[in-house]
């Protein structure tokens, strides 16, 4: 029975489904998390009957019996989430569409939107980190922000200017904000981090401020609507239950035919 295999993949893709909300849900207070939602397909059809005007049959339509659903892509929106202030000087918002680039240890690069950063002492001077400890890039390479550190300001368009303890104060770089032709196509690494791929196209540093401005003092919250999300959890809720009972209701049709008797 067709109708088995259907409903079996209709819960399937609602587990699947489920299993993006929960995760929306679940980084709900995320600095610069975002939502992702599930694509679905339909899966081949089997033509009973073909439509057919040919030899005078005249039949305008086809006789076509589906076979599923299947998971087609997992879409990740990239809307801005609001701002909160926190006073800190080293947290960083982006108003705009651009991602702040980081560096590991093994100069791996990775972009994020959570400007939540940090300092960290190193040899070369204090330098500005991420909370895991990758270097944050300016147009230079590795924001270096020395010694003797009075006061830190970062300006809307990227400038850092620092203020030392003898009252000098000096110009260091800009942060680096970059873009992406498609964000969708990035690919996720977890800790706020993504990666660039073929599908996302290489990074591109506008120097035109088309990436955004920085908001020092300020951190982008999740971009998750915690009542949409639950509308959407209500949803494939009740999809699960109606494939389960297509199920239930395909077993005892089975169990009707298996029955008769002559």
Not at 13 to 37: C, E, H, M, P
Not at 63 to 84: D, K, P, W
Not at 135 to 153: A, K, P, Y
């Amino acid at each position: 029975m067709r109708a088995l295999y259907s409903a079996a993949q209709g819960m399937k893709a609602q587990q699947l489904n489920l299993d993006t909300i929960s995760n929306n849900l679940a980084n709900v207070n995320t600095t610069g998390f975002k939502k992702t939602r599930v694509e679905f397909k339909d899966l081949l059809y089997e033509q009973i009957r073909r439509s057919n005007f040919a030899n005078d049959e005249g039949r305008p339509t086809a006789m076509e019996v589906g076979n599923g659903v299947a998971l087609s892509a997992t879409l990740r929106s990239f809307e801005g989430g609001s701002f909160t202030q926190t006073q800190n000087s080293y947290d960083m918002a982006i108003d705009g569409d651009g991602f702040f680039q980081v560096r590991d240890e093994n100069n791996n690069i990775f972009y994020t939107r959570d400007g939540s950063f940090k300092t960290s002492i190193t040899s070369g001077g204090t330098k500005l980190v991420t909370s895991e400890g990758y270097f944050v890039q300016g147009d230079g390479g590795d924001i270096v922000l020395g010694t003797d550190i009075s006061e830190t300001s970062v300006s809307r368009d990227g400038e850092i200017r620092v203020k030392r303890l003898d009252g000098t104060d000096e110009i260091i770089g800009n942060m680096k904000l970059v873009k992406f032709a498609n964000p969708a196509g990035l690919e996720s690494k977890g800790g706020n981090l993504f990666v660039e791929t073929e599908a996302s196209g290489v990074s591109v540093n506008p120097t035109d401020g088309s990436a955004g401005s920085i908001l020092q003092g300020m951190l982008e919250t999740s971009n998750v609507q915690v009542v949409e999300e639950m509308i959407n959890l209500i949803t494939a809720q009740r999809a699960y239950e109606m494939s389960s009972k297509v199920i239930q209701t395909a077993d005892q049709m089975s169990e009707l035919a298996n029955n008769l008797k002559r």
